[in-house]
C-alpha cells in the first residue's frame, strides 16, 4: 500500500463543498483546464460522474482518458480520492 | 393477547377461503378469478372440516372443463401443486384418481411431483393403477417418466416447413412446394436444403442485384450501379461456362433485362415510395424458385426518414467521441463514408423513403462492394399428433451462403473477415439494447446518457471480446469447469479426457452386463441452452478463439437431461402445456427458464448428443455432464445416476469425464447449427 499524496489527504479531509476540480488528486492546472472546458468545473460534478458510473474503476479511468486524456496515474489518483471521500462522507 | 391476535387474523383468512371454496363448488369462475385478483389470501392452506385445500378441491369438481378453468385461475394465482392434506394427498394425487388428464398436465406443469407419495405409501402412479385410469397412466409414462422405453415406435413427424434466407436488409422467405417434400427422411432432409440452396443460389443471387441497386440509387452513385450491370454480365458468362441449363440461363436473361431498366425503379421512386409498389417490382421476377415473401428489415414508410436523419447524428457523434478507440478507427472510415452518402443524397432529393435501406449502417459491400452474405435458416415442424403437440424447430446452418455479386472467386473465410471488420452493429444500438446487451453479458451498467453511452459502447466491445468468466450471481461451476474456464491449455491436450470416455465407453459395449432398461440403444442425452446467452454461436465461432466460445457455451447451458428417439422434445412438452394457458410462471425451474425464453420471442435450443446409446449410458453421461457443471447452475432438480464401470469412478474422474462429453457437445453444436424450438404461436 503506497502512502498517499498531500492532496488527496488534504481532499479526503472534509466535505468537499464548492471545490474547484483542480482540487482533486491527481488533477493539474492542464487537466482541470480541460475538465473545465468539458463542464466539469466542479469537483462535485467529478463525483456525480464517478457516482453515476456506479463507482467502476475501470469505466471511471477510460471515462478521465476520454474526457482530458488523463494518463492511468493521473486518473488513479482522482479515482481513488474520489472512493475514499466517498467511504468517509457518503 | 398475541395469540389472540393470530387467531383473528387466521379466522379472517379461513372466512375468506370458505368464500372461495363455495364460489369454486359452484364453477362461478369471474367471481373466482375478480376474487383472487382482489383480496391477497393465502390459497395453500388446508382448510378445516373439509380437510382439502382450494386446489384440491378445483382439481377434481364437475363438470370437467370448469374444473380445468378454475384449476388453471389458481395455479396463475400460486397455487401449489404438492401441497398434502392430512393423508399426505396432494392435488396431484386428486386429479389422478379422477382421471383429469388436462388438470394433471397443468399441475406436473407447474412444478407438481408425481412420485411423491401420500402417507398410505401410495403415488401418483400407484393411484392411477388402483383407479383403473388409464389414460392418466399413459401420460405420466410418457411424459413424465421417460425411462418408459415400450412405446419406442416414433411418435413424432417433422416436416419441412420453411427456408428463410436473411442478409442485411432483406428477408426471403421460401416454401417448400409439395413434390419437393416427397417422403425423405430425417436427415435426407437436410441434404435436401443443402442441395436446394447449391441450385437456388443462383436463383437468389438474381433476387439480390435489384435490391443492391436499390441501394445505390439511394446514394445517387450512377456509376456504381453502372458497374453492377456490368458484374452481372460477368457473372452470366460465368454461368453458360457452368453448363447450367438453358432454362435457368434464360431467366437470367430476362433478370437482366430487368436490372439494367434501373429509370424503372427510379420512376417508382419520383411517384410516391408506398411500400406496395415497392413489392410489385420483385413481383415481376416471376422465376422459378423466387421466395415466397420478401421482408425489408427496415422499411417503414412513415418514419424512415426521422430515423435515417436520427442515425446520421448517432453516427456523427460517434465519429468524433471515439478518436482514440482503436476499435473504432475502421468504423470511422465507414462511418464517415456513410454519412457522407447520407448528406449528399439529403440535398438531391428532400424526401425519399429509400433511404431507410442505406441505412441498415454495417452492410458488406463496403469492402469493395463484392460480395453479399446471407445467413439461412430452416424452419421445421414437429408435431406429435398423440400429445397434441406442435413445436416450430428453427435451424440456423451454420456456414453463411454466400451470395457473389461480381466475379471474385472469394473464399468465404475471407468474406466473414470483412463483414467483421466493418462498423460494430453495437453503435446502432439505442440505450435499451445497450443495457440489454451489456446486462446478458453478465455486466450491470449504471444510467446509459449521452455522457455516459460511448464508455458503455468501448465496454460491449471489450466485453465481447474478454467476457466476464463467473457472474456474480454467487452461484459456481465445480472446479474442473472453473479451471477450464480461466484457461485453454487443457484443450491442447486432451488425452487424458479421451481415455477417460474410452474405458467407459467400452463398458457399456459389453452386451452381457445387466443394464438398467435394457440395451436397445434408443436413448441420447441432451442439453437445453439459452439462445439469449448463444447468440448464433455457431456463426460466430469460426470468427473467434475455441475458447471464447467454450466460455459462452457454458454459461449458456440450463438444463442436462436424457431423452429417448421416440420423442425428442418431450422434455418441451410441459413448457408447452403452460405456454398454451397462458402461463408466465411455474415453481418448475427448467419449465420457468423456457416460458421466459420463449416470452421473449426466441426459441430455446435444443442440442442432442450422443445419440443411439443405451439408456444406462444416457443416464451416466447427464450425471457427468450434471455434476461437472454443478446443481446450482443448472435447472435441473436432482443430479444422475453413474453405470457401470463410471459407478466406482472418484469424483474427479467423473467430474473430467463431464467435461470432456461437454466439449464434444460443443464441437457438435458448432458444426450442427443452432436448433431454436418454439411453440407454433411464436414468429
Not at chain 2, 431467366?251 to 424503372?264: F, N
Given at each position: 500500500?503506497?502512502s498517499t499524496s498531500q492532496k488527496h ?82 | ?241 457452368f453448363n447450367t441449363t438453358i432454362d ?320 425428442p422434445y418431450s422434455h418441451l412438452y ?110
Open positions: 500500500m503506497s489527504r488534504n481532499f479526503v479531509a472534509e466535505p468537499m463543498g464548492e471545490k474547484p476540480v483542480t482540487e482533486l488528486a491527481g488533477i493539474g492546472p492542464v487537466l482541470g483546464k480541460r475538465l473545465e472546458t468539458a463542464g466539469f468545473d466542479k469537483a462535485y460534478i467529478v463525483l456525480g460522474q464517478y457516482l453515476v458510473l456506479k463507482k467502476d474503476r475501470e469505466l471511471f479511468q477510460e471515462w478521465m482518458k476520454d474526457v482530458c486524456s488523463a494518463s492511468s496515474k493521473q486518473s488513479g489518483d482522482c479515482y481513488q480520492c474520489l472512493k475514499d471521500w466517498c467511504d468517509e462522507f457518503l | 393477547m398475541t395469540n389472540n391476535f393470530t387467531f383473528k387474523i387466521m379466522g379472517t383468512t379461513y372466512k375468506e377461503l370458505f368464500r372461495l371454496y363455495d364460489l369454486i363448488q359452484n364453477g362461478d369462475l369471474r367471481c373466482i378469478d375478480k376474487f383472487l385478483t382482489e383480496s391477497k389470501i393465502e390459497i395453500n392452506v388446508i382448510l378445516p372440516c373439509k380437510g382439502i385445500g382450494v386446489l384440491h378441491l378445483a382439481v377434481g369438481i364437475e363438470p370437467i372443463d370448469k374444473s380445468k378453468q378454475c384449476t388453471e385461475i389458481l395455479l396463475k394465482h400460486g397455487g401449489d401443486p404438492n401441497l398434502s392434506n392430512d393423508d399426505g394427498l396432494t392435488p396431484v394425487h386428486i386429479a389422478v384418481i379422477w382421471g383429469r388428464v388436462d388438470n394433471l398436465k397443468l399441475l406436473l406443469g407447474c412444478g407438481g411431483d408425481p412420485s411423491r407419495r401420500d402417507l398410505d405409501g401410495l403415488s401418483a402412479f400407484d393411484y392411477a393403477v388402483k383407479e383403473q385410469q388409464w389414460d392418466v397412466f399413459d401420460y405420466l409414462h410418457n411424459v413424465v417418466d421417460q425411462s418408459d422405453d415400450s412405446g419406442s415406435n416414433c411418435g413424432y413427424s417433422l416436416e419441412l416447413n420453411k427456408v428463410l434466407v436473411t442478409t442485411d436488409q432483406v428477408v426471403a422467405e421460401y416454401e417448400p412446394t409439395p413434390n419437393e417434400l416427397c417422403q425423405n427422411t430425417m436427415c435426407r432432409k437436410s441434404e435436401l436444403i443443402r442441395d436446394w440452396c447449391d441450385r437456388n443460389s443462383l436463383v437468389i443471387n438474381k433476387l439480390y442485384p435489384t435490391i443492391i441497386n436499390d441501394t445505390y440509387l439511394v446514394d445517387n452513385d450512377q456509376d456504381l450501379a453502372k458497374s453492377l450491370t456490368l458484374d452481372l454480365t460477368d457473372k452470366l458468362s460465368r454461368h453458360t461456362d435457368s440461363f434464360k431467366t437470367c436473361t430476362t433478370q437482366e433485362v430487368d436490372i439494367s431498366g434501373i429509370q424503372r425503379l427510379e420512376i417508382t421512386d419520383e411517384h410516391s415510395s408506398k411500400p406496395k409498389q415497392r413489392i410489385s417490382v420483385y413481383e415481376n421476377f416471376s422465376l422459378q424458385g423466387s421466395p415466397t415473401n420478401i421482408t425489408h428489415k427496415n422499411y417503414n414508410s412513415k418514419t424512415s426518414l426521422k430515423k435515417a436523419r436520427q442515425l446520421t447524428e448517432r453516427l456523427f457523434e460517434v465519429h468524433s467521441i471515439s478518436n482514440d478507440s482503436s476499435d473504432y478507427d475502421r468504423a470511422q472510415a465507414v462511418v464517415q463514408n456513410r454519412t457522407n452518402e447520407f448528406l449528399s443524397s439529403w440535398e438531391d432529393k428532400g424526401h425519399n423513403t429509400r433511404r431507410s435501406s442505406a441505412s441498415s449502417g454495417v452492410s458488406s459491400n463496403y469492402s469493395g462492394g463484392s460480395i453479399l452474405l446471407a445467413s439461412v435458416h430452416v424452419e421445421y415442424k414437429y408435431e406429435d399428433k398423440e400429445e397434441d403437440v406442435v413445436l416450430i424447430e428453427k435451424r440456423l446452418l451454420v456456414s453463411p451462403m454466400v451470395l457473389p455479386v461480381d466475379d471474385t472467386d472469394a473464399n468465404p473465410d475471407n468474406t466473414v473477415l470483412s463483414v467483421a471488420s466493418s462498423l460494430p452493429t453495437s453503435v446502432q444500438f439505442d440505450n435499451n439494447t445497450l443495457r440489454a446487451e451489456l446486462m446478458r453479458l453478465g455486466f450491470r451498467p449504471g444510467p446509459i446518457q449521452d455522457s455516459t453511452r460511448t464508455l458503455y459502447l468501448k465496454k460491449l466491445q471489450a466485453l465481447k471480446k474478454t467476457p466476464i468468466v463467473v457472474s456474480n450471481q454467487g452461484k459456481t461451476y465445480s472446479i474442473e469447469i472453473e479451471k477450464s474456464l480461466r484457461s485453454n491449455e487443457w484443450m491442447s491436450n486432451l488425452q487424458p479426457y479421451i481415455d477417460l470416455e474410452t474405458k467407459a465407453r467400452v463398458d457399456f459395449a459389453n452386451p452381457n452386463k445387466k443394464w438398467r432398461e435394457g440395451t436397445a440403444k434408443t436413448s441420447f442425452t441432451y442439453l437445453l441452452l439459452d439462445p439469449r446467452v448463444t447468440a448464433n454461436l455457431p456463426e460466430k465461432a469460426s470468427k473467434q478463439n475455441l475458447h471464447l466460445s467454450w466460455v459462452t457455451f457454458i454459461n449458456s447451458i440450463f438444463y442436462v437431461g436424457k431423452g429417448k428417439r421416440s420423442r410441459q413448457a408447452r402445456t403452460l405456454w398454451k394457458r397462458d402461463f408466465k410462471t411455474s415453481k418448475d425451474k427448467k419449465v420457468q427458464c423456457i416460458l421466459d425464453i420463449w416470452s421473449e420471442k426466441v426459441g430455446v435450443v435444443c442440442l442432442h448428443v450422443f445419440q443411439n446409446v443405451i439408456p444406462a449410458e444416457a443416464f451416466t453421461y447427464e450425471a457427468a455432464m450434471i455434476d461437472v457443471l454443478g446443481l446450482s447452475k443448472l435447472t435441473n432438480l436432482k443430479t444422475g445416476n453413474y453405470y457401470g464401470v463410471t459407478a466406482s469412478w472418484p469424483l474427479k474422474e467423473r467430474r473430467m469425464l463431464g467435461l470432456y462429453l461437454l466439449y464434444k457437445a460443443m464441437l457438435i453444436f458448432l458444426s450442427e447449427g443452432e436448433r431454436q424450438l418454439r411453440p407454433d404461436d411464436i414468429d
